[in-house]
């Protein structure tokens, strides 16, 4: 569904994206994970055509971004990082204007507004003005308003982002929704959570380049990090910690009273840990399982955390 | 297109200030200015300028003549001898003299030169300006022809040698204009007939000064906020939105000056259907004049409110420079007051401002009366729209350059 390839763009002295290449199937969740300035909103930007690429080329739906860009824009919503409504009008205004403007016919349109509406919970509100709206419910209009002309592929630049938790559970439900009704997704975010629970395809973008690509369980095993079994004891003596140290086969670490412990298998290795550490006497106070997750495997890829 | 045309004026009704400030202002000021002008009412509330007149000739002609002159709303007329004029106004009793010379009849009938003199004060330039606007109109109709132009030049210099050039240019102007004007008859209706006169004296100047002034500026005023909103779209993340769509930058500017046009004309209609029944300005009279000119005016204004919002980066930059240019275009081009009363060289300027063309045409159609086809009302109609599409293509132009630079 979209395919790109080497793109370059430069904002004078900054690299922005320093050729990015990607594709993504039809009907795939793509999250586009990075830290800010990562080159995020520039990406969606060159692909949503209203932005020139210094070089590179980009295909979606079988358009050439370049030659064909009309058809290019018939084919995606974009759902942008700020909210973009009139505030002056009505909620089904904004949405009848929206629509509108990609020619859908409007008795089509109206039964499409209602059905967004209730589907984003905001039916009653409908002829309130945008200016009346709290935060979350502009972003589900926002949301709303790049899905009526029922594009192939949505971009969602960081959509939840100040969002409060009611409303970012509903926008879950409609991003749920539509991976279902099989529409392509590219969605840009530096929530872990969000990506993990979503995207069954990841890119993890930093300073202007994809680092890493592939769904979570490959990310997590071309990553090359192990989950750990972190045992944190009151007090323990050297002897001690040696003595355990003996009896482990596997990976280890003590950092001052914690002992980490790496494995693949964590459940089996977790009973056996304990039981070893209670024979040598050892007096444990916490014990912690570290899982390998999106933000360890950034970590362990770039030394940076994902969120500053 | 039409979409987003709509949209805006959806959202310009939306917006309760700049509805009051295009619909509702514009009506305390032009009563204001028309107070000021002393054109309230109709012609028997206006104030009269006072002219001495002295008919050396004694003709039937110069009798006619004063006695439709008296007849002029405008005018106060005191008659006295040559000799008492030259006093009065020597002495700054009165402002200005008519003088007709022995022979005027003789060379009106002749075609000669027509010994006619204006002595004035030379303190008294504004007084003297109104004066000659309302004399040389006046004159023109009731003794013109069009060869009297050049006559009427030439005359004014040789019995004003001492008069300094640019006075001398003003009046030279307002002959050549008033004679450009003036009906183009034949030397056998030489004299007009009193009912055209009164036809013409029907509503004062300063009434027509005061709403095609004040309608000419506010709408200035309420386009270049009509071209802020699409800056305001920008600042808003909307026009990114827009360009997501199939809408070509084309497409979205189109809407806007579509908007801006439709917003211009409702505002100028309203402002005069007001000054119809506050004031008794007759609209009515030439209807297709008033629609020829309220869509050329429309188009002319919003093109440069839109012309504003395509290079200008920020909404705050729009408000100082709309500020600064319309009320810089208003002051020259006669919507503060009227050109006549303004220096030479700021009348030379005014050609260069929306409001002057506008205002010039506005007074074609009510005070001197031509019809649609009149080449003078006709030109300046075509001004205006030379002007509306020369402000239009730069905006495109600066749209299209600017518009990818958003993202
Ligand atoms: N218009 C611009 N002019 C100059 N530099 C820009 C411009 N837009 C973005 N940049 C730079 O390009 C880089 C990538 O920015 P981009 O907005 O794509 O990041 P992002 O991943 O979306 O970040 P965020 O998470 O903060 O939204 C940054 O270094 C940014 O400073
Ligand atoms: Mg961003």
């Known amino acids: 569904m979209i395919k790109v390839e080497n793109l370059v763009k430069k904002y004078g002295e900054t690299t922005a994206l320093d050729g990015i290449s990607f594709e993504i199937k039809e009907g795939k969740f793509f999250g586009l994970l990075g830290p800010n300035g990562a080159g995020k909103t520039t990406t969606i930007s060159i692909l949503s055509t209203i932005l020139r690429p210094d070089s590179g080329t980009v295909r979606i739906a079988g358009f050439d971004l370049q030659k064909d860009p009309d058809q290019c824009k018939r084919n995606i919503g974009v759902v942008t990082q700020e909210i973009a409504l009139y505030n002056k009008l009505s909620a089904f205004d904004n949405l009848m204007f929206w629509g509108g403007i990609y020619d859908v016919p409007k008795a089509e349109l109206k039964t499409r507004i209602s059905e967004i509406l209730s589907l984003f919970g905001l039916t009653e509100r409908q002829h309130d003005k945008i200016e009346a709206y709290s935060g979350g419910m502009k972003r589900r209009i926002n949301i709303a308003s790049a899905m009526l002309h029922r594009p192939k592929v949505l971009f969602m630049d960081e959509p939840t982002v100040g969002v409060d938790p009611q409303s970012r559970n509903l926008i879950f439900e409609v991003l749920e929704k539509l991976h279902k009704e099989g529409i392509t997704i590219v969605y840009t975010t530096h929530y872990m959570e969000e990506a993990e629970r979503f995207c069954d395809q990841i890119g993890i973008i930093d300073k202007g380049k994809i680092i890493a690509e592939g769904t979570l369980a490959e990310l997590k095993k071309s990553g090359g990090i192990k989950e750990s079994i972190a045992v944190t004891f009151n007090e323990i003596s050297e002897e001690v910690a040696k003595k355990i140290g003996t009896f482990l086969d596997g990976e280890f670490k003590f950092t001052g009273n914690t002992l980490h412990y790496y494995s693949n298998q964590i459940k089996s290795d977790l009973g056996k840990l304990i039981v070893l550490c209670n024979d040598q006497g050892a007096d444990i106070s916490n014990i912690e399982i570290q899982k390998v997750n999106l933000e360890t495997i950034f970590l362990s890829l770039t030394g940076k955390q994902l969120r500053d | ?407």
């Open chain 2, 1 to 407: 297109m039409f979409r987003i045309a709509i949209k805006d004026l959806k959202l310009f009704v939306a917006e309760k200030r700049s509805m009051i400030l295009t619909f509702i202002v514009p009506i305390p000021l032009i009563t204001l200015f028309s107070l000021a002008f002393g054109g309230m009412g109709k012609s028997s509330d206006v104030r009269k300028l006072p002219l001495v007149v002295c008919d050396e000739d004694h003709s039937i002609s110069t009798k006619r003549l004063v006695q439709q002159l008296d007849s002029l709303p405008q005018l106060r007329l005191f008659h006295t001898s040559l000799d008492t004029a030259n006093d009065l106004v020597q002495k700054g009793k009165e402002d200005a003299a008519l003088v007709f010379h022995k022979g005027f009849a003789d060379s009106l009938e002749e075609g000669k030169n027509l010994p006619i003199e204006l002595r004035y004060d030379k303190a008294k330039e504004v007084q003297m300006g109104m004066l000659m606007a309302v004399l040389s109109g006046n004159l023109m109709h009731l003794v013109g022809t069009k060869s009297l132009e050049r006559k009427a030049i030439v005359r004014f210099d040789q019995q004003n040698p001492g008069m300094d050039s640019a006075m001398k240019k003003g009046v030279h102007q307002m002959i050549a204009s008033n004679f450009g004007g003036g009906t183009s008859t034949g030397k056998s209706e030489a004299i007009l007939t009193s009912t055209a006169l009164s036809a013409q004296a029907e509503v004062s100047p300063g009434l027509i000064q005061a709403v095609a002034g004040t309608a000419v500026m506010m709408l200035l005023f309420s386009v270049a906020g009509l071209g802020a909103s699409l800056l305001q779209e920008k600042e808003e993340g909307t026009l990114k939105k827009l360009l997501f769509s199939p809408l070509t930058p084309g497409n979205i500017l189109f809407g806007k000056m579509i908007s801006a046009n439709i917003v211009a004309m409702t505002q100028l209609l309203i402002m005069f259907l007001f000054s119809w029944l506050a004031f008794g300005l007759d609209i009515k009279q030439n209807i297709p004049g008033l629609i020829l000119m309220i869509i050329a005016t429309a188009f002319a204004c919003s093109g440069f409110g839109i012309m504003l919002a395509s290079f200008v980066k920020t909404r705050a930059q729009v408000q100082g420079l709309t500020t600064l240019i319309v009320l810089t275009m208003s002051a020259i081009g006669g919507s503060m007051m009227p050109t006549f009363v303004m220096p030479i060289w700021m009348q030379h300027m005014a050609v260069f401002s929306v409001n002057y063309w506008s205002i010039q045409g506005f007074y074609d159609i009510y005070w001197r009366l031509k019809p649609i086809s009149d080449p003078d009302f006709l030109m300046r109609v075509g001004m205006l729209f030379l002007i509306g599409l020369v402000l239009n293509t730069i905006a495109i132009f600066m749209f299209r350059r600017n518009i990818l630079k958003i993202a």
